[in-house]
């Protein structure tokens, strides 16, 4: 087995980030439909530097990528989004999930956790639901973005907004977040559901 030097294994990183950063800028100036020129003058560099790092041939200060993220009206952040984070596998095993303990929530309510992906925020959040016990006051919840139920056993009556709405085994109900929801009657235990809520992507 031949093992890299670490240099080189630094260089093709310290490569792949100048390339990442320049496709980036590339699209996002593009996209502003400014000229090489102008975004250079804006983001106070040479037309030279900006064509050097839009071709991933130099890996800019600090001073220059906060230059080039106020010429682009972005989150500093937002030069390096798919480094790492986009090439994340995560896999969460049925006996390792996370529980989750929500307020409001009491004896016979587990919510479980799946995973996330790295990153400045969550855009996607999967859990698994199980209810054992009957109880006479559920808590609702509200959130930004959509989410998705599918119900992988018992049946249940689930409240949204003023409506409420008889769920069994095998159906599934896609909703908004923002309004008041969750569930209100258990018909049969135990119940066990899978939401994945979806969050607007903010840049």
């Known amino acids: 087995m031949v093992t890299m030097p670490e ?39 040479s037309l030279g530097m900006l064509s050097k790092i839009e071709h991933g041939q130099t890996a800019p200060s600090l001073n220059t990528l906060l230059g080039l ?15 790492d984070e986009e090439h994340d596998l995560v896999i969460v095993r049925a006996d390792e999930r996370h529980e989750i303990i929500h307020e409001g929530s009491g004896h016979g309510h587990g919510y479980f956790d799946l995973g996330a992906l ?14 054992t016990q009957a109880t006479d006051v559920f808590p609702l919840y509200q959130h930004p973005g959509v989410e998705f139920l599918f ?35 258990m018909l049969t235990l135990p119940i066990e559901f899978l939401s994945i809520k979806v969050y607007p992507n903010i840049t």
């Open 69 to 83: 993220a106020e010429a682009a009206n972005v989150p500093f952040t937002a030069l390096f989004r798919g480094l």
């Open 7 to 45: 240099h080189n294994s630094a260089e093709r990183r310290s490569a792949e980030l100048s390339r990442l950063v320049g496709n980036r800028v590339r699209a996002l100036r593009t996209d502003l439909g400014m000229t090489m020129a102008t975004f250079a003058e804006a983001a106070q560099i």
């Open 151 to 185: 119900i992988l056993e018992g049946a249940m009556e689930y409240g949204y907004g003023g409506e409420s709405y008889k769920l069994y085994e095998g159906d599934t109900v896609q909703f908004r977040g923002e309004v008041a929801h969750g569930p209100i009657t």
């Open 118 to 131: 790295r990153g400045p925020s969550r855009t996607i959040e999967p859990m698994i639901t199980r209810l």
